[in-house]
């Protein structure tokens, strides 16, 4: 199985991608409203592939990266930031902390998500 | 000359002379023109001082000229100061502000002129004042409409800017709910609510094309509101201009091959290499093929001629559609301009696309240019710079 983090805070969007990522097999699915949540689920917890969104709020993508540390504490850990912005200080800032990759929801259909989670979970 | 002859006689230091110095002090009514003793007293008189500053000569002659300055400038040591000027340079010019018997202010221009007798003692001073206030005030009021004219035009930028920055929030804000749909439409028509009936499909294929659309016009007004808000920074490279629009065409094989449409290549065998924002040049020429494609009927050509010149590489994209007018020609690259023709109805669009190509390729310091026949086609010729125009 491997291990999915799911942070969103719209919830047609949360709901959508839960459904999808949950009816892949082989895919675990956990799911975070903000980065401060996803922060402290990733406390506990790691992961194979990390679906990032950056505008939330309490805590937003770039603070989430800033934080989790992820290349000192998981550096196996894929990330994937998927958001609506396509430029933009906070995209930059999100691919120089580490993000491996960035999706623009709104060009994805369901497919199109599906294969990139399999790109990046080598599947 | 008959002229000169006649002023001949007329020379300084002349009677005649002096009848006519006396005449012209006399008569000038506009000018103040009066003598000053060495020491600042007014000695003499005119009408036009009169008129100016109010006193007869009986109420002014003998009193220091000091009296015709504001209080502050007299404390500051003003008059004083310009007749010390005038000895040491000879004259001295000023404009500032006068004050007149009734204790009114007007704007004057004073010349003072030291004179000085033939062994170079100083007999006193020539003084003439101008009333400038009509001037002055003319100047205020340019001044007063030139501020405000620039508070305007930094409130116009202002609300310029935070019209782009609207746009650009409103069209990352309006993607979520989108993308909402795009999922849920997209996660039944790909299987994961069950089996659909073939309306069923059909329905939801429907909607799920007409919110791509909506994607698109989003995408096409934020990348507008970014090019009009001056942020596109172009990354150019040396590419192959034919190889480029060979790629595009290919990418873009589905629209023409369910148009039957036929394709059309003239193209260099060597590369033809231009300095330019490859994603960016990508889409334009994207666009453009689109139009070519959508405003052309089915089985219709579209040919594709690239060619260079010592300076500029050109592409040119021609068509056998439906053409366009000369009268919409001056539209044809505004923003939302989208041309009525008999396609145009099934063909769908934001009208921002062109506008986007043409401010595009303007970044990269070239042209877009259109020709057409209505009813025979289309060729819009796009060229730009082999070499980046900035450093």
Same mark, same amino acid.
């Given at each position: 199985?491997?291990?999915?983090?799911?942070?969103?805070?719209?919830?047609?969007?949360?709901?959508?991608?839960?459904?999808?990522?949950?009816?892949?097999?082989?895919?675990?699915?956990?799911v975070a409203n903000n980065g401060q949540e996803?922060?402290?689920?990733?406390?506990?917890?790691?992961?194979?592939?990390?679906?990032?969104?950056?505008?939330?709020?309490?805590?937003?993508?770039?603070?989430?990266?800033?934080?989790?540390?992820?290349?000192?504490?998981?550096?196996?850990?894929?990330?994937?930031?998927?958001?609506?912005?396509?430029?933009?200080?906070?995209?930059?800032?999100?691919?120089?902390?580490?993000?491996?990759?960035?999706?623009?929801?709104?060009?994805?259909?369901?497919?199109?998500?599906?294969?990139?989670?399999?790109?990046?979970?080598?599947? | 000359?008959?002229?000169d002859n006649r002023l001949a006689k007329l020379?300084?230091?002349?009677?005649?002379?002096?009848?006519?110095?006396?005449?012209?002090?006399?008569?000038?009514?506009?000018?103040?023109?009066? !003598?000053? @003793?060495?020491?600042? *007293?007014?000695?003499?008189?005119?009408?036009?001082? +009169?008129? =100016? &500053?109010?006193? %007869?000569?009986?109420?002014?002659?003998?009193?220091?000229?000091?009296?015709?300055?504001?209080?502050?400038?007299?404390?500051?040591?003003?008059?004083?100061?310009?007749?010390?000027?005038?000895?040491?340079?000879?004259?001295?010019?000023?404009?500032?502000?006068?004050?007149?018997?009734?204790?009114?202010?007007?704007?004057?221009?004073?010349?003072?002129?030291?004179?000085?007798?033939?062994?170079?003692?100083?007999?006193?001073?020539?003084?003439?004042?101008?009333? !400038?206030? @009509?001037?002055?005030? *003319?100047?205020?009021?340019?001044?007063?409409?030139? +501020?405000? =004219? &620039?508070?305007? %035009?930094?409130?116009?930028?202002?609300?310029?800017?935070?019209?782009?920055?609207?746009?650009?929030?409103?069209?990352?804000?309006?993607?979520?709910?989108?993308?909402?749909?795009?999922?849920?439409?997209?996660?039944?028509?790909?299987?994961?609510?069950?089996?659909?009936?073939?309306?069923?499909?059909?329905?939801?294929?429907?909607?799920?094309?007409?919110?791509?659309?909506?994607?698109?016009?989003?995408?096409?007004?934020?990348?507008?509101?970014?090019?009009?808000?001056?942020?596109?920074?172009?990354?150019?490279?040396?590419?192959?201009?034919?190889?480029?629009?060979?790629?595009?065409?290919?990418?873009?094989?589905?629209?023409?091959?369910?148009?039957?449409?036929?394709?059309?290549?003239?193209?260099?065998?060597?590369?033809?290499?231009?300095?330019?924002?490859?994603?960016?040049?990508?889409?334009?020429?994207?666009?453009?093929?689109?139009?070519?494609?959508?405003?052309?009927?089915?089985?219709?050509?579209?040919?594709?001629?690239?060619?260079?010149?010592?300076n500029d590489v050109s592409v040119a994209i021609?068509?056998?559609?439906?053409?366009?007018?000369?009268?919409?020609?001056?539209?044809?690259?505004?923003?939302?301009?989208?041309?009525?023709?008999?396609?145009?109805?099934?063909?769908?669009?934001?009208?921002?696309?062109?506008?986007?190509?043409?401010?595009?390729?303007?970044?990269?310091?070239?042209?877009?240019?259109?020709?057409?026949?209505?009813?025979?086609?289309?060729?819009?010729?796009?060229?730009?710079?082999?070499?980046?125009?900035?450093?």
């Amino acid at each position: 199985m491997r291990k999915v983090l799911l942070v969103e805070d719209e919830k047609i969007l949360r709901d959508a991608y839960s459904i999808l990522l949950g009816a892949q097999e082989g895919l675990d699915v956990t799911v975070a409203n903000n980065g401060q949540e996803a922060l402290d689920i990733c406390g506990s917890d790691t992961f194979d592939l990390i679906l990032l969104d950056l505008m939330m709020p309490v805590l937003n993508g770039v603070g989430f990266l800033q934080e989790a540390r992820l290349a000192e504490k998981s550096p196996r850990t894929r990330v994937v930031v998927m958001s609506n912005l396509s430029s933009g200080e906070d995209l930059l800032n999100a691919l120089a902390l580490g993000a491996h990759r960035h999706a623009v929801k709104s060009d994805l259909s369901p497919n199109e998500v599906i294969k990139i989670v399999n790109e990046e979970l080598g599947l | 000359m008959a002229t000169d002859n006649r002023l001949a006689k007329l020379k300084v230091g002349s009677r005649e002379y002096t009848e006519f110095s006396r005449l012209l002090v006399n008569t000038i009514q506009e000018y103040a023109i009066f !003598l000053l @003793d060495p020491d600042g *007293r007014i000695a003499t008189w005119n009408p036009g001082a +009169q008129k =100016l &500053k109010g006193y %007869s000569p009986d109420e002014i002659i003998g009193k220091h000229f000091s009296v015709f300055y504001p209080t502050q400038d007299i404390a500051a040591g003003k008059p004083a100061w310009e007749l010390v000027e005038a000895r040491k340079n000879g004259h001295v010019e000023d404009e500032g502000w006068r004050i007149r018997k009734d204790g009114s202010r007007f704007w004057a221009n004073v010349v003072i002129t030291a004179l000085f007798d033939d062994e170079g003692v100083l007999v006193g001073f020539a003084k003439v004042t101008r009333d !400038l206030s @009509d001037r002055k005030k *003319r100047d205020e009021q340019l001044h007063r409409a030139n +501020q405000m =004219l &620039k508070r305007q %035009s930094m409130e116009l930028q202002k609300l310029n800017k935070s019209k782009d920055e609207f746009i650009s929030l409103a069209s990352h804000q309006l993607r979520t709910p989108a993308s909402g749909v795009k999922q849920f439409l997209g996660l039944v028509l790909q299987g994961y609510a069950g089996e659909l009936t073939g309306l069923q499909r059909e329905y939801l294929t429907r909607a799920y094309e007409s919110n791509d659309r909506e994607i698109e016009l989003i995408n096409d007004l934020l990348r507008v509101a970014q090019v009009d808000a001056g942020k596109v920074i172009l990354k150019k490279e040396k590419r192959d201009v034919g190889k480029l629009i060979a790629d595009v065409v290919n990418e873009q094989e589905e629209r023409i091959t369910v148009k039957r449409q036929m394709v059309v290549f003239d193209i260099p065998k060597k590369p033809v290499v231009a300095h330019v924002d490859t994603a960016r040049f990508r889409m334009v020429l994207e666009n453009i093929l689109d139009n070519a494609s959508k405003y052309t009927h089915d089985d219709g050509t579209i040919s594709i001629s690239v060619w260079h010149d010592e300076n500029d590489v050109s592409v040119a994209i021609a068509d056998t559609g439906v053409g366009i007018d000369d009268s919409a020609f001056s539209k044809l690259f505004k923003k939302f301009s989208r041309i009525p023709n008999e396609l145009s109805e099934e063909v769908g669009g934001s009208g921002l696309g062109l506008y986007w190509a043409y401010r595009i390729i303007e970044l990269h310091g070239g042209t877009i240019a259109v020709d057409s026949l209505p009813g025979k086609g289309t060729t819009f010729t796009i060229k730009v710079p082999k070499e980046s125009q900035d450093a």
